[in-house]
């Protein structure tokens, strides 16, 4: 059974860090691309960021970007996101995501597993 | 990165049939064939209905179905029940970034 599970998250303040970690179960994480997605309190989701298989490809949201880096270890099963210059808008539950087939990268967009998620606070 | 636009709420009456639309561009919904559509019920993670423009995971009821048409995607729910109020949400590869999401329907059965 595939699993993922978030940790990490917590109360930090505005223009502090945070490291999210995403431990995956269940499949063969090496073979799949990976995503983090965002939900505020109340709202929609975000797509956060990807990445591939082997981490030679990266993308970004525009709201993230130069804020936070994904990667990922593939001898550990797990993913990282690690977000700095944190702001009140980033609060929201974090969570990871993938395609479970393997697939060109545009079809990568369509998240069939998912994870409960992490809560992140800014606030002071 | 805009949101993909979708109406803020449908609804209906338990076996009718509603269609959620949702609105990008030519950069996303509409030059491409990989849109999605997501259930998310409160407190729970999104669950995936509709891949790739049309196509349903394995599991997913017949009575929902995908379609585009320039830049504007639908997602029908045909025989409405109770189980289907939900949130939904759609989603496309975009070529600015990788991802975008829609603003999000709330369907209610009357």
């Known amino acids: 059974e595939v699993q993922l599970v978030e940790s990490g998250g917590g109360l930090v303040q505005p223009g502090g860090s945070l490291r999210l970690s995403c431990a995956a179960s269940?499949?063969?994480?090496?073979?799949?691309?990976m995503n983090w997605v965002r939900q505020a309190p109340g709202k929609g989701p975000e797509w956060v960021s990807y990445?591939?298989?082997?981490?030679?490809?990266?993308y970004y949201a525009d709201s993230v970007k130069g804020r936070f880096t994904i990667s990922r270890d593939n001898a550990k099963n797990s993913l990282y996101l690690q977000m700095n210059s944190l702001r009140d808008e980033d609060t929201a539950v974090y969570s990871c995501a993938f395609r479970g087939d393997i697939v060109v990268v545009p079809a990568a967009t369509a998240f069939d597993y998912w994870g409960q998620g992490t809560l992140v606070t800014v606030s002071s | 990165q805009s949101a993909l636009t979708q109406p803020a709420s449908v609804s209906g009456s338990p076996g009718q049939s509603i269609t959620i639309s949702c609105t990008g561009t030519s950069s996303d919904v509409g030059g491409y064939n990989y849109v999605s559509w997501y259930q998310q019920h409160p407190g729970k993670a999104p669950k995936l209905m509709i891949y790739?423009?049309?196509n349903r995971p394995s599991g997913v009821s017949n009575r929902f179905s995908g379609s585009k048409s320039g830049n504007t995607a639908s997602l029908t729910i045909s025989g409405l029940q109770a189980e289907d109020e939900a949130d939904y949400y759609c989603?496309?590869?975009?070529?600015?970034?990788?991802?975008?999401f829609g603003t999000g329907t709330k369907v209610t059965v009357l």
């Open positions: 990445i591939s298989s082997s981490s030679d490809s990266i």
């Open positions: 989603s496309s590869y975009t070529s600015t970034s990788f991802s975008v």
């Open positions: 269940g499949f063969i994480f090496s073979r799949y691309s």
């Open positions: 790739e423009v049309s």
